[in-house]
């Protein structure tokens, strides 16, 4: 069974101040993605990574992919108050179709000034 | 471009009913996955339909069942409910190629009492 834990949860920040979220997955994949969601409203592709030492980068967020220690990292620099989302990342199993994501439990971010 | 949308928004619903719930893809995308959201948990992959096939089941019973249609809308059924089927509903499609990421809907959000 595909497990997907993040790390940590719950993330408290100042403005400007940099951070990473990490998640691990419990066995191969082909696929990880980074979503977003803000409050009471669905959720919003931020990242897609396809091979071992992918990385990309939008704004203030970059995303990495190390497919041998299955783990994936969102750092976040210089954090602004419209950061605060949850984020959660996705991962697809080997060799299956891409939609039947497993995903972990979020990281719920809050910016304070 | 219109994306994926959902109806209803919002649904209560009494133990032992029964529940349709709906989602028009976005434009040219030809697969639809479903997700349950519990609250405060990351989306848990229901089951995907792909050119109006089961493309694969995700750990839910029979109760919840679907269709897609030529127009690749599709339909969540759930019969029988339960009090934790009370959730976020998401619809996401996509182009079913596998460096595509889910584009996700608003939700429905079911309350069963």
């Known amino acids: 069974e595909l497990k997907v834990e993040q790390n940590p949860l719950f993330l408290s920040m100042q403005e400007g101040k940099n951070y990473t979220i990490y998640c691990n997955y419990s066995?191969?994949?082909?696929?990880l993605y980074w979503y977003r969601q803000d409050p009471g409203k669905s959720l919003e592709s931020l990242f897609v990574?396809?091979?071992?030492?992918a990385v990309k980068q939008e704004g203030r967020l970059m995303a990495s992919l190390d497919t041998k220690a299955r783990l994936s990292t969102l750092h976040i620099t210089a954090a602004v108050h419209d950061l605060s989302a949850t984020y959660f990342c996705?991962?697809?199993?080997?060799?299956?179709?891409?939609?039947?994501?497993?995903f972990g439990d979020g990281t719920t971010l809050t910016v304070k000034p | 471009e219109t994306g994926v949308t959902q109806s209803p928004t919002h649904l209560i619903k009494t133990r032992g009913q029964q529940v349709t719930l709906r989602c028009s893809s976005q434009?040219?995308?030809?697969?639809v996955s479903w997700y349950q959201q519990a609250l405060g948990q990351g989306p848990q992959f229901i089951f995907q339909y792909y050119r109006e096939e089961e493309n694969g089941r995700g750990n839910f019973p029979p109760r919840f069942s679907g269709l897609q249609f030529p127009n690749y809308s599709s339909e969540l059924n759930v019969n029988a409910l339960e009090l934790d089927d009370s959730a976020l509903y998401l619809c996401?499609?996509?182009?079913?190629?596998?460096?595509?990421?889910?584009?996700f809907g608003n939700g429905t959000r079911l309350t069963v009492t």
């Open positions: 990574l396809l091979s071992n030492g």
């Open positions: 996705a991962v697809d199993r080997q060799n299956t179709n891409a939609g039947k994501s497993t």
């Open positions: 434009s040219g995308h030809n697969t």
């Open positions: 996401a499609s996509s182009l079913g190629r596998n460096n595509s990421p889910l584009h």
């Open positions: 066995t191969t994949s082909d696929r």
